[in-house]
């Protein structure tokens, strides 16, 4: 521990949508972990996440067996796990990620607002997105969560608009995504912009996304078929390979299926790798910082291309894509519609990137001190004068 830190910041206990094989996800673990240590001074954050390629072993605190298990028994298992581990803890932390959208009548975030209330061990949340809102009853449950949540980082102005309506009580600061973050966590400079291929093959990173459970069927078709058609279209007429990202490698909720598709349809015309979610996150950075060019419907596939001076562009299938557009200000040149008017669209957006010059707005650096004010703005940062009171 550092001599400076608060004594809320030296055990942590950091919440959120993990264990679910997510490269974004697990990216903020890798984040929060670094930046806890740097900016908070603590000594001993831990993560209610199974065993991740990119921690050490000691940093996470869930048993595995309740995310295979699934159903009640899981959903049992997993609350019984949080808080024997909330026990141990000197304060929670959300970390990161769009977790303020939907909360059902026996959502663990009750079991942490009323941990904190009993215990007077402060709440904060880093680099979240909240809203938009599944339904009034959810808003109203997460807004009754929130109003109990001492700091509050968020990572876009229209979540920071949200809870100044809602007159939110604690510290509110529009900070930015913990992913900004990555390449100092990761112990890197920020890449160098990729200088256009000269006498070699460029390679092009695809991120898919398996399941959007905000889209119909038959949009869903219709734009994997646009996706990868149009990439195929691509290696057919330009000198490019492919690299496959699977950011997600749930059973269920993940994108491995449409990923298969994707490698069938080029394997055999260019070379074609693949990296996964169980890679880790920083095989999946490494692989990005290869690329030339990105077609992307993740939203970490697009901010890791982003951090990597890789141009990209991004389907929006959720405003959380859109809002880190124009964040950014990317290029309207670069732009994709949610769902692209067929190949060639594709097609001819991503050869423009051969020779495309245009890049976003906003630098790099500016985007990772967005990040860092979601550590630097904390009341437990060090250097800092006091802690919230309990309340």
């Not at 055990?11 to 740097?38: E, I, S």
């Not at 938009?132 to 968020?154: K, Y």
């Not at 707005?361 to 550590?375: E, H, M, T």
């Amino acid at each position: 521990m550092h001599p400076e830190s608060a004594p809320a910041a030296r055990r942590p206990l950091v919440v959120g949508y993990y264990g679910m094989d997510n490269v974004g996800d697990n990216a903020f673990c890798v984040v929060v972990d670094w930046a806890l240590r740097a900016y908070w001074g603590s000594a001993a954050p831990i993560f209610a996440a199974p065993p991740l390629v990119d921690l050490p072993g000691d940093r996470t605190g869930m048993d595995p067996r309740w995310y295979v298990r699934g159903g009640v028994t899981g959903r049992a298992g997993t609350l019984l796990n949080k808080a024997a581990l909330l026990r141990r803890s000197s304060m929670l932390v959300f970390g990161g990620g769009s977790v303020f959208r939907e909360m059902g009548p026996l959502s663990e975030k009750k079991l942490f607002s009323y941990f904190s209330r009993l215990s007077g061990h402060p709440m904060a949340a880093l680099g979240v997105s909240v809203g938009p809102f599944l339904s009034p009853v959810a808003e109203r449950r997460l807004l009754d969560v929130l109003r109990r949540v001492d700091f509050i980082g968020v990572r876009d102005l229209a979540s920071a608009e949200i809870l100044r309506n809602a007159g939110h009580p604690g510290l509110l600061v529009p900070a930015g995504d913990l992913a900004g973050l990555l390449p100092e966590a990761l112990g890197e400079p920020v890449p160098l912009r990729a200088p256009r291929p000269t006498g070699r093959r460029a390679r092009l990173g695809v991120t898919l996304l398996g399941v959007d459970y905000e889209a119909g069927d038959d949009e869903s078709r219709r734009r994997e078929a646009a996706l990868i058609d149009g990439v195929r279209a691509l290696v057919l007429k330009e000198p490019v390979d492919v690299t496959v990202f699977v950011f997600n490698t749930h059973p269920v909720h993940g994108d491995e299926g449409v990923s298969r598709r994707l490698r069938a349809a080029v394997e055999g015309v260019c070379d074609v790798r693949v990296v996964t979610a169980r890679d880790g996150v920083r095989a999946c950075w490494d692989e990005m910082k290869r690329c030339d060019l990105g077609l992307h419907m993740r939203l970490h596939g697009a901010v890791f291309a982003y951090l990597a001076g890789v141009p990209f562009t991004l389907v929006p299938y959720q405003k959380k894509c859109d809002d880190f557009l124009d964040e950014i200000a990317q290029p309207a040149s670069l732009r994709l519609g949610r769902v692209p008017r067929d190949p060639a669209e594709v097609t001819r957006i991503l050869a423009a990137m051969l020779t495309e010059t245009a890049v976003p707005g906003l630098s790099r650096s500016d985007f990772a001190d967005r990040a860092r004010l979601n550590f630097t703005r904390a009341p437990w940062a060090l250097g800092a004068t006091a802690e919230p009171s309990p309340r």
